[in-house]
Each structure stands twice: as C-alpha cells, then as structure tokens.
C-alpha cells in the first residue's frame, strides 16, 4: 500500500506544481499577446478586411508612400558618402549613426553604421521633384536599442539648378561633425515612366485599380491604414509574425499588400515601422539570423534608400532588411515572391497600355526612317519624293528633312571627355604639323618603339592606323607592360592606350587623342587617363603643341580629389620626358634626312 501511494505521489503534480504551472501558462499568454497581438491592431479588422464588407470612407486619404514620382520633372541623385567628428551618443564615447534624407515629402534611412564617430556609407539617394529649387535636408541620428534614437546634427543644403557637385563637406548644426555628399540633378523628360535608379514608376497603383471598376472599401480601417497610414484600398493579404535584424530580433509582425512589404513593432515601447515599396525591391532570397532561424533578405535597388528605419549596409551599395523568426520561412518566401511578380506583371502591362497610342508613330520611326536614311546616304537626292500618304506635304518640308538626316550622319562622337581636361604643356617644336606626324606618330616611325624601350616597357604591341567610322580620323591601340614602384601595385603593371588623330585638310592642324587604361593599380577600374595633343603649324620650320590632360571617372570613389590632383602632376613629369624625347628624335631625323638628301644631290652631280 505505501508502494502504491509513492508510486501515485511521483506521478501527480503536487498543489504547489499546479500553482506554478498556471502562473506560467498565464505569463506565457500575456507576453504573447504583447509581443504579438498588444501593437494596437484589431486583427478581427483583417478577417473583415479579407472579406472585403463594402463602407463609404472618407475619400480624401494622403498618399502612399509607394506612389512616388508620378509626375516629376527632376531627377536628384544624393550620395551620402561619409561623416565626422559626430558627437558621442552611447555611454563608450562612440556612436551608431544613420542618416535621414529629406527631400520635399520624401523621406529614406541609410544604414547604421555601428560603434564609429567617423562612418563611411557610399550610398545613394534618389528623389523626383516637379520643380526647383527644393532643399535636401540631411539629419544624422544616433541609433538606441531601447529609446528614441538621438540627433546628432543635420544641414540644409538648397538645389537651384541642374549639375553636379564634387564630394562636399558640410557641416552639421549640432555640437559638432560634418557630413560628405556628392549632389547630381538633371531633367527627365515629363512623359517618361519614372523607373530609373529606384524611382517609382508611374502612378500604375491608382490607374491599375481604377481599370478593375468600382472601388469597393473596408468597413474598418485594417493595419495598414491605421499603423503605415496608406490608402484605403490596399487591403493585407497576408500577415506574418517574425522579427527584424538590428542590434538584436525585434519582433512584431509583416502585412504583405499588393504594393508594400510592412512590418511593425513595438518592443519596450519602440517603435519600428518599415514600408517597403515592391518597385524598390530588387532581390528577395533564403538567408540565416543564426543556424537554426532561417530568415528572408529584401534586397533594394541601388538608390531606393532605407523606408522607416536604417537599413543594413553592404559593400555593393544596395541597402537590405533581413527578417527572422518565422514559423514557416518558406511559406513566407514563396508568398513575397508571387507578390513581387504579380505588382511587376501588372506594372509593365501598365506600361504597355500607355504606349498603345504610340504604336504607329513607333512603327514610323523604327520602319521608314531607317530605309529613309539609306536613300538619302546611297542616293544622295537633293529632295525626297512626295508619299503616297502625304506624310510630306511640301518639297521644301522634304528638302530640310533630307539636310537634317545627312547632317547627323556626318556627325561623329568624341574620342575623349574635354570637360575634364587641364594644360599641362605648351611649346615650339621645329617642324609642321604634317612632320610631327610623320616623324613621330606615323606607322613608318621607331619614335614608339625607342620610348618605350627607353622606358623600360616591355610586350610593346602597336597596331597599325585604320579609319574609323565612329571617331573622325584614324584610331589605333597601344599595349604595353610598364614597371611600376607603388607599393600597393604588383612590379609590373598591363596598359592598353587607344590612340586617335587627325590631320586638317590643309594639313597644318593635328590633334592627337589618347585614353590610357591600367590594371594592377588601386581604383584603376574606376577612371581613365584622357589626353590631348593639338599640334599648329606657326610657319615653315615650326609648330606649337599644347598638350591637355585629365582623369576622367567612370564611377565615383571616396579619393576621387587626390587621384585627379596626383595624375596631373605625375604625368606632367611624363609627358614632358616624352616630349623632350621627340624633340630630340626630330631634330635627329632632320639632320638625317638633310644628310641623306646632299649625299643624294652631289652623287647626282
């Protein structure tokens, strides 16, 4: 009997067990419903809101976020590049500083930047406005777990007109710290869709949802509405728990609508709300938080910039949020995929639409103009026939088109980019213009090979000088294998030069063009070395030669400055030694023709 009673006792809880395990179950559904379902959402509204229940509602709701760009005439490009000296916002004497960019009504995060008073972003912002001037307000903030995030200093930079600025140091209106920038703005054309760079295209949302009929609303507003304050037709079609990767998990919960990814949270009483734009969005792939929480990264486009919160950086210049904690991710995944391709489906048959008015206009320009121009070119007529159609309604309409048509043919592009060009040298060479050529540039010449083999270079390849159809002149390619001393370079380095020239028809003017490419050195992939030579005839036995130079940049980079500088003088050294060797290699090879030519007359005599 005592076995039985012991063997009962170790099998049923105690009374104090029952207390503590009903203690334990309340907590867990308290925590659960404050960690879920205690961020202020009615999710009996999503059940309705499913449903679809017809209501009037006011209609003079604010505008989505993702609705951007509609009708913009201007395009402007920030790129928040860095940031220094900010003040100290966390008890080590550090901060973790992120950006807001303001520009109108328009609002993007960058992304946080952790334990660092001197932060390096090299992120782009872009924004469409209708008109200028408008004012781009930067504010830096220090980023808190817990409470609201501190202001470290924001400036006010106004853009009146269209152009770029170089990278620019402004300084912050706090206590202290500047903030670097590089500002681009320029027209768009007012009927183009405004899909470049992370701009929104156009209005797609509101013409796609006025082509499906009469506009049914909700009975209630659902969270969407009354959280991420959007419009009253985008309903939630589906809703997730799961969490935000930030300095730890934030929880709280996703609402997928046709035209946003949302997330909401409210963790120790901050709140975290994320818009994100499916016109934003250029990746969403399988990602980890740990090795056991499988996640999902939203990738954005380049430009688009963080929505409601900082973002995380990464080295490509694309922001992401990463989100965690859920309890089917693949579920997730393929559902945020089928609603990608379903807004971009409806987004280019959008686009289509609008370009149906234009479809014999297209099919004019894409069809007859190109045979047109190959009459003109080929048959070269004064006048183009009258059309059967009366496209043409006069012989003089015909005659303009005609000139117009031959004279862009005739046009050729620019072998290098003259705005970024410098003197570095000028002087008086003792021959013509046609001579220069022919002593020094001409396929017959060694002047190529002696410099280079004086120099050390090595694998020298020149090739001959062909006509070129898309530069005016001749063009040709130098390669080469040069020693370089740079710590940072290997010993030796490859360089392609693209050579082109022209002489006048009267001979006495030549310009000599070349862009230079290296590899091997640090940022080579970002800029070239654009050079010109401009060779005058000033009378029989001379010539003057000024001599321009410039790096041109096909991609911006933090030393961008330096680099430019650094080429200039460097190369002013060059090519005045390479000059100086022409000089001489000239005058080498007057005296050498002069010789040849009395040696011929006094064996005539």
Not at 413 to 418: A, H, L, R, T
């Amino acid at each position: 009997m005592l076995g039985f009673e012991t063997v009962v006792g170790l099998l049923l809880p105690s009374w104090e067990e029952l207390q503590l395990s009903v203690a334990a179950a309340a907590f867990l559904i308290v925590a659960y419903w404050f960690l879920t379902l205690g961020d202020g959402v009615d999710h009996r509204t999503l059940v309705e809101t499913s449903a679809g229940r017809p209501a009037e509602v006011d209609d003079d709701e604010k505008e989505s976020k993702g609705d951007r760009h509609s009708n913009s005439a201007y395009l402007i490009k920030v790129k928040l590049l860095a940031a220094k000296n900010l003040r100290g916002a966390n008890l080590n004497g550090t901060s973790d500083p992120y950006a807001i960019i303001s520009c109108g009504a328009e609002k993007c995060f960058s992304s946080m930047v952790p334990g660092s008073r001197n932060p390096i972003w090299r992120e782009g912002f872009n924004f469409a406005v209708d008109e200028l001037p408008v004012k781009i307000i930067v504010t830096i903030y220090g980023w808190d777990i817990i409470r609201r995030s501190a202001v470290l200093g924001s400036v006010t930079i106004p853009v009146e007109h269209e152009g770029r600025t170089g990278a620019i140091w402004y300084t912050l209106d706090g206590a202290s710290g500047q903030v670097c920038l590089h500002i681009k703005t320029h027209k768009l054309q007012v009927d183009s869709p405004r899909v470049l760079d992370g701009c929104s295209g156009a209005n797609t949302r509101r013409k796609a949802f006025a082509d499906q009929g009469p506009m049914v609303f909700h009975q209630k507003h659902g969270p969407l509405q009354t959280i991420f304050n959007l419009l009253s037709d985008e309903i939630v079609e589906h809703s997730y728990s799961c969490a935000l990767e930030r300095s730890f998990l934030y929880h709280g919960r996703m609402y997928i609508s046709a035209w946003n990814i949302c997330f909401h949270s409210n963790v120790f009483s901050k709140q975290i709300k994320v818009t994100v734009p499916f016109g934003d969005i250029d990746e969403i792939k399988r990602s980890r938080h740990a090795i056991i929480n499988p996640a999902i990264t939203v990738i954005l486009r380049v430009g688009a910039g963080g929505h409601g919160a900082p973002p995380l950086g990464n080295g490509d210049g694309k922001v992401r949020y990463k989100f965690a904690s859920f309890w089917n991710r693949n579920h997730v995944l393929k559902n945020l995929q089928h609603a990608v391709q379903k807004y971009h489906t409806m987004f280019e048959a959008e686009k289509k639409k609008e370009r149906e008015p234009s479809t014999l206009l297209d099919f004019i320009k894409e069809k007859q103009q190109p045979a047109l121009l190959y009459f003109v070119k080929e048959k070269k007529m004064p006048t183009l026939p009258a059309h059967s159609s009366s496209s043409f309604r006069s012989s003089e309409s015909q005659s303009n088109i005609s000139e117009e048509i031959v004279a862009k043919i005739e046009q050729f592009q620019p072998f290098i980019k003259e705005e970024v060009l410098t003197t570095i040298y000028n002087d008086v060479f003792p021959c013509t213009a046609e001579q220069f050529f022919k002593f020094v540039l001409d396929d017959g010449s060694t002047f190529t090979n002696e410099y280079h083999t004086a120099r050390k270079d090595f694998n020298l390849i020149v090739s001959q000088w062909h006509a070129s159809s898309e530069y005016n002149g001749q063009v040709r390619d130098v390669k080469y294998r040069t020693l370089c001393n740079f710590p940072l370079c290997p010993p030796d380095i490859p360089v392609t030069e693209f050579q082109h020239t022209v002489l006048s028809a009267d001979k006495k003017k030549l310009v000599f063009e070349t862009v230079q490419q290296t590899e091997g050195v640090p940022f080579a992939s970002y800029f070239e070395a654009h050079c010109r030579w401009s060779v005058e005839t000033v009378s029989e036995s001379s010539c003057k030669v000024d001599i321009t130079f410039g790096a041109y940049f096909k991609k911006w980079c933090l030393l961008q400055s330096k680099i430019k500088s650094a080429a200039v003088d460097d190369n002013k050294k060059v090519y005045k030694i390479r000059l100086d060797a022409a000089r001489s290699y000239i005058t080498k090879s007057r005296t050498s023709n002069i010789a040849s030519s009395s040696t011929a007359t006094q064996e005539n005599n």
